[in-house]
């Protein structure tokens, strides 16, 4: 099993000021820890479960690229871009990039969007859901349009390309994978199935439920259940002074069991690096055999 790490909150100790070094030491200490790869919220405000909105929220694709070059190894991505943020073209281009100067490190991570106050607020389209899913799909085949040698035009029903050129191309063969948020059975779990090659599922007592929803839309698309990574949610809090270490092991083992691949989440306290040096020391070593 693998470990992620999701940077969801940027008012630390230190303010703006301290941002820049802080985020950078926290990337290359998760490297160090062995995680696999690092993501951030793709918000514009802060969401009401981690705090107000007032609260620091840094742009995603800009973070993500000064990460890249703060990191060598860690993949790359948002948990999750909501689809009505940019348009599709433009975010084909904008993970393209991160692709090509990360050295192959990004991925994809998109979802029909919630936050409908951050969208009202800043100007931003926010359809009804319906069609906010029906973009979704639309985004996801103009995003693997652009992701390949036809530069042709596209025309749906809410997107038109009249060139979908993308130069230079990402360095991720055949592209850089795609993991799409969110455990709805009827839309959500049928587009990973159909376009994905990852889903993040949130935690729960069905999860069993919502791998074997997937299995079936994957048989009806045609698509190998095995080959698509498994990720949920997880929150790493290892305690004061790691005593909580041992059951994250025992915890990330029965997900383990159920088939999922990657672990990813927030950790506590996540500006103090101690933290992320317990996880790598105690939790990564004893994960990776999962």
Known sequence: MKLGLHISDFTWPGGPRGLRADLAGVARAAEDAGFDRVSVMDHFWQIGVIGPPEHEMLEAYTTLGYLAGQTSRVKLLTLVSGVVYREPGLLAKIVSTLDVLSGGRAMLGLGAAWFEDEARGLGLPFPPLAERFERLEEALRICLRMWSADADAFEGEHYRLDRTLNVPQPLSAPHPPILIGGSGEKKTLRLVAKYAQACNLFPGPDLTHKLDVLREHCEREGTDYDAIEKTVLFNFDVG??????????????GLAELGFQVAHGSVKNISVITPLEVLGREVVPAVEAL
Not at 240 to 253: H, K, T
């Open 240 to 253: 004061e002074r790691g005593e909580n270490a041992g059951a994250i092991v025992d915890a990330l083992g």
